[in-house]
């Protein structure tokens, strides 16, 4: 293996560890499982997506991780583990950040602010990943023209989407946003996680902009309106379970 | 409390319960650092890491508007500077971060 993709997984495995410390002792053993397991599927899930995508519509895989990546099957550990710690991070970090300077915002408001959180990681680690070919983008590949170094539109794109939506399902399953009641909430939040995933599945003969994209923006102002204006029956549980109302009673 | 502050003054609090998330992200930085200087051997990849230091900034600490406001001409400093105006765009999460809590205000204020 290359030494400078060993050196990379073995620091990504101990901040995973720290990231799964932190959930916990924020949400205790039987939720950290939960969440972990769940981000751990998903990110298998999305590598599963990207590949059947590229095959229903006969277009090139849109990058392919080096073969010293760590492996399970077709998909790499390595990029479902990127997508375990990008979602978690950002998802916390946004927290963090609407405790001190967007108070008063709800759960929406944090899966709007980690999509962006996700971006600032999406090109901190493709400027370096590319470089060292930990994975190589295909050839004809687009590159954001507004930022130095070369990053590619679909990082971009995809990297915050990808953790937003992780993050949208777990919210919605676990915390029942969108409706009180249990199986309306998760069909509608499975709906709009299916909808996004799916979305390039009927792009075949396309030319134009992934599919996809049409749904990033609507998604992305909807949660930042919901942030401020949902109603208490669309926000499930989620204030109680992290921390939305102590937040508002502490003075710090 | 500092009345410049963009957010409420930082809330330790908050940092001692929720350290492991920006230790993750240093492990992160650090990683990046080593690699961009040690084998790619290219410093100028550092500025890459430039937005997100920024939102782990805004994570850690209530930044002024005072730093939104340098950060940016720090950067459009730098891309006049090296005549690479995509420089200047690497400030982007201090004008963003700055509009949202800008129109935080505004949400807050209406009835």
Known sequence: MRSEIAFFQLSAAAALVLLFRHAWRTFGRRDAILLFGFLLLMGTVRELDVV?????????HPFSP????????PV???????????????FFLARLIQRRSLRGTNVFMTLA?????????????????????????????SYVGWLPFGWTFNAFDGWAATSFNIML?????????????????????????????????VQKGWSGTAPHMFLSIPYLLGAIALGYRAPAWMLGSSSNHLGFEQTRARSC | MNERAIGPEPCREDLRGNWEVPGALVI????????DL??????????????????????VRSCTWATAVAWTTGFAVLGAATWNWTYAALAWPAPV???????????????
């Open chain 1, 52 to 60: 059947a995508i590229s095959q229903m519509t006969d277009k090139p």
């Open chain 1, 66 to 73: 080096d073969a010293a990546m760590a492996k399970l099957g």
């Open chain 1, 76 to 90: 790499s550990m390595g990029v479902v583990g990127g997508w375990v710690f990008c979602a978690y991070t950002s």
């Open chain 1, 169 to 201: 399902l777990w919210c919605t399953l676990r915390y029942k946003l969108f409706s009180p009641v249990r199986w309306l909430s998760a069909l509608v939040g499975t709906s709009l996680f299916v909808l996004f995933a799916g979305a390039d599945f």
């Open chain 2, 38 to 59: 040690g084998w790619i051997r290219q410093p100028v990849l550092l500025l890459s890491l430039a937005p997100l230091v920024y939102m782990i900034l805004l994570g």
């Open chain 1, 113 to 141: 602010l980690s999509a962006l959180i996700t971006m600032g990681i999406s090109y901190a680690v493709e400027v370096t990943g590319m470089r060292l070919h930990l994975w190589d983008w295909e050839q004809h590949a």
């Open chain 2, 28 to 35: 992160m930085l650090v990683v990046l650092t080593i690699l």
């Open chain 2, 97 to 111: 971060f700055a509009i949202l809590h800008a129109v935080h205000r505004l949400v807050r204020k209406a009835p």
